[in-house]
């Protein structure tokens, strides 16, 4: 293995959680009731399948959301809450679920999270007005709240040493790729009107492929007991909810609405809502409780800088694809379908990163991340460069799309090892809560941050054309944003300086 997953602290003498399953401290929990090893490679179909179609509902709705408008007659507001209601619930349960895994099980958890987000897919698919829509919506973001926390207690529980490693990666590159295959899947369903029912079938394909997940997860996931069983911690749930919904809620509805006060005092509000979690979650942990977030989880500096890390190159990777997205087709007036596969080169870039990064020296890992944030950072400033005067790039565009995932590979994957190396296995279920929510909290600022900056230069007065920004506009408006987000991405090379001082 990789001296990611193998540094023991030396400080207290404990193992990390890769380290414990592999000397017997969880093994059992990956065998089957049979007493045979559980077949792993369904295992991880299974369990990256579900995520796979989680995150990809996060985006696949983003292209079909004009139809939406006609067919339901509803506003501007209605429709963002369409798309938001999702994330919104999304994000506010992740470390939620993660502690119901550990409470319950995480298998138990798994298939609760899998059958709402599939029965809630169902209604999505057949409700009749806006309504109906946005709770189903809010329903199918608590189904994957519940569902995608238990990923990583899941690969823990069964895998072991470089294969744990490999089950990671290929979970990095689920979580990158579905972002590119949902604009592309979402362009083809609406496009193909499928027995004249428009953007349906976006949710109702769900259906299908949720029952198919639920069958083989029954059959295959180890049902072992969780390494703890903490008490649901209710003040913290209550107080972290609160702190994630008044920073997401007005991120995603502020640009729509013209950031009106509430928004403000929201995202305002949010700081001294926060100060009010750490103060329970101290007060918790004095009276003897489980807290919700551990502070010695927190105390980790491979967690800390690992999810700061992350943190950036998420929010970069999602505010640059809206913005490049809206630019393929209000600026250059490509069609959904076609936009989306122009990030075939994206794609490639991430799952090669994200699958060959162990074939590199342990010692390399590290210097690495950092390179491969700089790399990324590269492709944003190149592509911005290559578009500014409203062409299509050519050859180069594609070139550039690669080096950008290729920087994403090699940074998602290796951080989500390097933040769980020194994590013990009881706090395993905490720590992985927060790494769930760490990209999807990045997701969701990144898309207002830079999104925003997108779309205010290019609907600025006198650029647009016929309702739409005019492609020279549009271009140097990418340009603009893929500055800042360039930034981000050095930033995050920057957090990762106190391990690489440590780690010489």
Known sequence: MSELTQDRLPESGRISAAESVDGGTTHKQSTAPNGRRPRHTGILLVILGAVFMALLDATVVNVATPTMRTDLDTTGSALQLIVSGYTISY??????????????????????GLATFTLASFGCGLAPGAGVLIAARVVQGIGAGLMVPQIYSLIQLTFEGPARARALSLYAAVIAVAVVVGQVAGGLLVSADLFGTGWRPVFLINVP????????????????????????????LVTLTATLLLLVVPLVLGHEQHWPLWTTLCLIGAVPMGVVFVLVERGVARRGGAPLVPGRVLRSKDLVCGAAALFFGMAGYAGFLFSFSQHLQSGLGESATRAGLAFAPLALGVATGSLTWQKLPARWHLPMIAAACALAAAGYLGIGWTLRTGGHGGLVLPALQLLWGLG??????????????????????????????????????????????????????GTADAGAPSAVASAQALYATALPVAAGALLGALALLPLLRTRR
């Open 91 to 112: 994000a506010a349960l992740l470390i939620t679920g993660a502690r119901l895994g550990a409470r319950h099980g995480f298998r138990a958890v798994f298939l609760a």
């Open 408 to 461: 994403l590979g090699y940074t998602t994957s290796p951080l989500l090892t390097l933040a769980l190396s020194r994590i013990d296995p009881a706090d395993a279920s905490d720590a992985s809560g927060v790494l769930t929510t760490v990209p999807q909290l990045a997701q969701v600022v990144g898309v207002a941050a830079y999104g925003s900056v997108f779309l205010a230069l290019a609907d600025r007065p």
């Open 209 to 236: 492929v949720g029952l198919a997940l639920l069958a083989a997860a029954v059959r295959l996931l180890p049902a072992g007991a969780p390494p703890s069983a903490k008490g649901l911690d209710l003040p913290g």
